[in-house]
């Protein structure tokens, strides 16, 4: 029979643990509670009870166990209202356990609390403080205020360390009962007890903190700390106060606090501590713990006063001896505290860099992550290329939830610190090859852009993307960027004679195989094949004998169950069948985008200088396009460069095969926006016809007619009197910016000899604000194999009323 199931009802406390424990299950320990307590229950009703402390210390384990105990509160309060020692000692504990300022039954003990605080015996004295110190409410507080304030001034050292740390809850129960406490607080410094110093310490920066005014009065206590300070750190060995070879180092780390919050902002009482902490930092061992708790916090103390500057060097040299110290949390709170300093005091930390990145090998993955954000803070332009490689290295073995944040502050450093373009490059792709998984969306575009403005490496960065996409196509980052650059700068490859790697021949083939593998591979995302399809696209036009395998691969994904590569494949096919004309125009090489210029943000147009289409936006994996002969890239923005006013480029094609909108008149029939349908131009009737341009035999005549009040039609006619014809005969326009343009589909792309035949172009505009109608337009073609542009600017517009437009 187990002892529970024998136990009477009143059996001593050490009885009731050994059953609890000796319970096998949940159950059998609350059935030997439930017993225990309905027997407690019937001896508190019983009047004259002699077990009354025996019971309630029996409740409260029960209580400390999570059972219920409520029951036992008014018992507490006749508990503390005996006469006798030994169940007010046990009434008090059960009131700071069971009860608080949420009980009616709390009020019941103020007038006790009153009567034990003027108590002849100080232990008494000391329950009574001890318990309001813990539970006493805020009308508690005002009621028993002035009582704490005379203890403050008694001669009992034992009750004055006691009504200090009680004063210090009534402040913070109550603000305004701050003042009171003041004088007392002020008179405690000068007594010699360490306890009662300690409790005034801590009353002193509760009363600090709560009210400017009273922080100004005790500032002039300064020199006064001070000196306690000196008195403890070159104190001999005292034997009462002494832990591990410091004297009493809970006192000085409170003093080191107060002093902190006294000097900070305050010239006059940072001087007058400043000697004090170098004595303190020079002074305590640091072989300890319990040292390096002091240094800590005198650390703490002079980083946050204005301190000399060479205190604050002593300072930050403490803290990277931490970093050396065989304890974690010491290693991880000195990084903390440096993360903290490294804006401010650069230099000096900069000092301790080489400890810091051997933290990078820390074991704790917490000294590690402090340690990473303290090694990206302290990468500058003089130690980027040293820095960058330790951070390369980490990145390759830090644990998973790490690798993003990583990855990130590299790229930030980087971007800020790169030291040519050729290795920010490289930087970027290493960091891609190594953890591309946990890059940030926006590290594809960045990247891009980066490989695109340097325009003297597309030969270098698209051999070594092709290597790197050989070897590992898991990396969806890497693959997309590897992907675009191989579209974009497929000739390059595939003429393998870049400088600047090591001669590898590319065939037209292996570039096809590789974007046909990041099709065709389980790894690569929806976004990844779209980047995949636009390149092996891309490639139609930069390769020539493959034409027909690319032209089979992208019909394949027509019926592709991802609408949106289905989507791309099906316009793609539509450009090889219907507009073959275009597709070279089309599948232009990018132009430059200067990062953030204005009217641009990462490539796109933000509206405010430039009115663009709807659909001028890059979306992820749709990288394109426009491929202008060499040295004649197309960019409309500045087509009206010169004039007054912003311009917007008028989008004869909106190219929905591409990401990026390409606003050029297309070479031959069709709005590519009705790409899989007819769309044939609409007819003009005759008006007035002015010459806009006449040059090498090619004319440009134009005419107007007015469709509204702000609507206007305008009908450019080309012409060829040369002998020799002209193909890829293209016209472009740009209008100032609050003019709205849409060019329809140009008749032809070619100009026969000697006026055979003509080119009609028809722009639509309308004029909303009636500014001062002007319009450029770049005429190109090619004759005879070469590449011809130029640009003309037309400020009359014939058969207009000039009030209306």
Request: charged share 20%.
């Amino acid at each position: 029979m187990h002892t529970h199931t024998a136990m009477s009802p009143s059996v001593p406390l050490q009885e009731m643990i050994r059953a609890i424990r000796s319970a096998r299950t949940q159950c059998e320990e609350r059935g030997v509670i439930q017993r225990e307590c309905a027997a407690i229950r019937a001896q508190f009703r019983q009047a004259d009870n002699g077990g009354r402390s025996h019971n309630l210390a029996k409740l409260l384990y029960v209580h400390m166990l999570g059972y219920p105990a409520h029951f036992g509160q008014m018992e507490c309060v006749r508990m503390i209202a005996s006469p006798r020692y030994s169940e007010k000692r046990v009434g008090y504990l059960g009131a700071m356990m069971l009860l608080d300022e949420k009980q009616d039954a709390s009020l019941l003990i103020t007038n006790s609390i009153k009567n034990d605080l003027s108590h002849s015996n100080q232990y008494v004295q000391s329950l009574a403080l001890c318990t309001l110190a813990c539970m006493g409410s805020a009308e508690m507080c005002r009621d028993l205020a002035p009582e704490i304030d005379r203890l403050l001034r008694a001669s009992n050292s034992y009750i004055k360390k006691k009504a200090a740390l009680c004063a210090v809850h009534i402040v913070r129960k109550v603000h305004e009962l701050g003042e009171l406490f003041v004088p007392a607080a002020r008179s405690l410094l000068s007594e010699k007890n360490h306890g009662v110093l300690h409790g005034a310490v801590v009353l002193i920066i509760e009363l600090c903190e709560q009210n400017p005014e009273t922080l100004e009065r005790f500032r002039k206590t300064v020199p006064d700390l001070v000196q306690i300070m000196k008195g403890l750190v070159l104190s001999g060995y005292s034997p009462e106060h002494d832990v591990a070879g410091i004297s009493d180092p809970f006192l000085q780390v409170r003093i080191l606090r107060l002093l902190r919050i006294l000097g900070r902002n305050n010239e006059g009482a940072s001087d007058s501590m400043n000697d004090l902490l170098a004595q303190v930092a020079t002074n305590t061992d640091s072989t300890k713990t319990v040292g390096n708790a002091v240094l800590y916090e005198t650390v703490l103390t002079v980083l946050d006063i204005k301190s000399e500057s060479g205190l604050r060097v002593l300072a930050v040299n403490i803290l990277g001896r931490f970093l050396l110290n065989n304890d974690r949390n010491i290693r991880y709170i000195a990084m903390t505290s440096l993360q903290k300093i490294v804006g401010t005091d650069h230099n000096a930390v900069q000092r301790h860099r080489g400890t810091i990145v051997d933290c990078l090998k820390d074991q704790d993955a917490s000294v590690k992550r402090r340690a990473l954000e303290l090694s990206l803070a302290l990468v500058s332009a003089s130690n980027i290329r040293s820095m960058m490689k330790e951070l390369l290295l980490f990145l390759s073995s830090c644990p998973p939830e790490l690798r993003a944040h990583a990855a990130s502050g590299i790229f930030n450093a980087a971007e800020r610190y790169a030291p040519s373009q050729r290795w920010h490059i490289d930087t970027m792709l290493h960091v891609l090859i190594t953890a591309g998984g946990d890059v940030r969306d926006e590290t594809v575009p960045n990247l891009i852009q980066l490989i695109t403005n340097a325009s003297e490496l597309h030969c270098y960065t698209v051999h070594k993307l092709y290597r790197a996409l050989l070897l590992d196509i898991s990396q969806q980052s890497l693959v997309q960027v590897a992907c675009w650059c191989i579209g974009e700068y497929g000739d390059l490859l595939l003429k393998g004679d870049c400088q600047e790697t090591e001669p590898v021949q590319v065939t037209e083939d292996d570039a096809l195989d590789a974007l046909e593998t990041v099709l065709q591979s389980h790894m690569s995302s929806p976004a990844t094949r779209g980047f995949a399809l636009t390149a092996t696209m891309k490639l139609s036009t930069r390769i020539t004998d493959n034409v027909d395998r690319i032209r089979s691969i992208v019909s394949i994904y027509g019926s592709c169950i991802d609408v949106e590569l289905q989507q791309r494949a099906v316009e793609y096919n539509a450009l090889f069948r219907k507009y073959d004309h275009m597709r070279a125009a089309v599948l232009e090489r990018m132009p430059v985008i200067e990062k953030n210029s204005p009217g641009h943000t990462n490539g796109e147009s933000t509206g405010e200088a430039v009115k663009d289409v709807p659909t001028a936006k890059m979306k992820q994996g749709e990288p394109l396009l426009l491929q202008q002969p060499a040295n004649q890239v197309c960019d409309l923005l500045d087509l009206l460069g010169g004039s007054e006013e912003t311009l917007q480029p008028g989008p004869a094609v909106d190219c929905l095969v591409s990401g990026l909108s390409v606003h050029a008149a297309g070479t031959a029939g069709g709005d590519l926006l009705d790409l899989l349908g007819g769309f044939e131009p609409a007819e003009l009737s005759p008006a007035p016809q002015v010459l806009a341009y006449d040059k090498g035999g090619v004319t440009l005549t134009l005419s107007c007619e007015k469709q509204s009040d702000t609507g206007l039609t305008v009908t450019l006619t080309a012409s060829n009197s040369s002998d020799s014809d002209l193909s890829s005969f293209t016209l472009q326009a740009a209008v100032p910016k609050s003019v709205q343009l849409h060019m329809k589909a140009p008749s032809g792309d070619s100009l026969p000899a000697r006026g055979t035949a003509k080119v009609t172009q028809m722009v639509v505009l309308n004029n909303p604000n009636k500014v001062n109608l002007k319009m450029r337009v770049r005429v190109s073609y090619t004759r005879q194999g070469s590449p011809f542009q130029d640009t003309v600017q037309i400020d009359s517009f014939p058969g207009l009323d000039a009030a209306g437009q």
